[in-house]
Nanobody, 118 residues
Framework: QVQLVESGGGLVQPGGSLRLSCAASGSIFSINDMGWYRQVPGKQRELVAVVTSSGSTDYADSVKGRFTISRDNAKNTVYLQMNTLKSEDTAVYYC????????????WGQGTQVTVSS
């Protein structure tokens, strides 16, 4: 079985920073794309950032220049460095990984709350 465990969420003031982490454990052959999504009540889950196995990255327009996604393949971990946070970044953040086992399976983390408020 594979588990994704997130950490790093919390309460931060506008303009502040947070770093999210998501580590995968279990029977893993390799991991393709790793990403972060977020969701607020009443809205669809949206893509925040993604990093491919080759290291290419892509970001939602709303976070470009403020957020940085990175990965550590040796630790099966993806990170999201969030700077200059705004109130509209408040959401539950979920990590997502395309994990190769017998086939390709998409796994989700449990979600971590990020609240940006003064």
């Amino acid at each position: 079985q594979v588990q994704l465990v997130e950490s790093g969420g919390g309460l931060v003031q506008p303009g502040g920073s947070l770093r999210l982490s998501c580590a995968a454990s279990g029977s893993i052959f390799s991991i393709n794309d790793m990403g972060w999504y977020r969701q607020v009540p009443g809205k669809q889950r949206e893509l925040v950032a993604v990093v491919t196995s080759s290291g290419s990255t892509d970001y939602a327009d709303s976070v470009k220049g403020r957020f940085t996604i990175s990965r550590d393949n040796a630790k099966n971990t993806v990170y999201l460095q969030m700077n200059t946070l705004k109130s509209e970044d408040t959401a539950v953040y979920y990590c997502n990984m395309q994990i190769v086992r017998r086939g390709l399976v998409v796994y989700w983390g449990q979600g971590t709350q990020v609240t940006v408020s003064s």
